[in-house]
């Protein structure tokens, strides 16, 4: 583990022992970085991002808690990607290095934490080897009050070309979109090359996604849904933290906990995803 530093944010990067590395601000918990042991980056992060804290950063893997997007009365998103979370314990275990960050409620500016009065703790876990990434999310509801809760890990990964990437494991799932009426897919692989913004409801098994000669395999528990989006031209020439031409180099693909869960006193909640080039 060594500390370093992402723009002007304080930084912590984990290397396994084969080379596979990331970098997590403590601004966020959010993952910036993955190298896998080839030394390739895998998460896109925009050129145009803020990276001093004034707001989230676009790219990486921004944390969503506790609501998702406007779905709710507090802050979009939530406010773990804009909060400063602290280094908790690293470690070693079967050739993986991993980082574990906390966030609390008494981490939390006063308007924040007076807004969502609830006690809670968030640990966010990282673990990178080889080829592959393991994300661990837990929120535990340390006070005497039930919480009601949405969640995500909003990974922006890097691709050649958003127009050949194709993602798979979602026919016959149930998506939300714009439209009024939810739908099925009936494609056995989405492929699209300007805006897209759906949420696919209880995801079956594990998604696919194919670009240039990399396939990454997605496995998700605890999280529900998956959240599919990309800006597309329009909307990203309309986002002042990221370049016009960027939206081609990232898809989102999201493990989400979309209707919020209501967390008894003293219960947790985890959600892992385990991400695998093959
Ligand atoms: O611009 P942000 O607040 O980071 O949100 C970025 C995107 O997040 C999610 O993927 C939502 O489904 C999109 O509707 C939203 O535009």
Partial sequence: ????????????????????????????????????????????????????GSRAIRGGVPVIFPQFGARGTGMRHGFARVATWQLESTGDADGAAWAQFVLTQADLPEAIAAAWPYAFTLHLRVAVKAQSLELHLSVHNTGEQAFPFSAALHSYFAIDQLSEARIGGLQRVRYSD??????????????????????????????????????????????????VWNPGAQDAAALSDLADDEYQRFLCIEPALIQPDLLAAGAEWTGRQRLEFT
Wanted: aromatic share 8%.
């Fill in 178 to 227: 714009e439209t009024p009426q939810d739908a099925l897919q009936a494609e056995e692989v989405l492929q699209f090359e300007d805006k897209l913004d759906r949420i696919y409801y209880q995801l079956p098994g594990a998604l696919s996604l194919q670009s240039g000669s990399h396939t990454l395999r997605l496995e998700q528990q605890g999280f529900t849904d998956a959240v």
């Fill in 1 to 52: 583990m060594s500390n370093s530093t992402f723009g002007l944010l304080p930084a912590v990067t984990i290397r396994a022992a084969d080379g596979a590395q990331a970098t997590v601000t403590l601004y966020g918990g959010h993952l910036v970085s993955w190298r896998s042991s080839d030394g390739q980056e895998r998460l896109f992060c925009s050129r145009a991002s803020s990276l001093d």
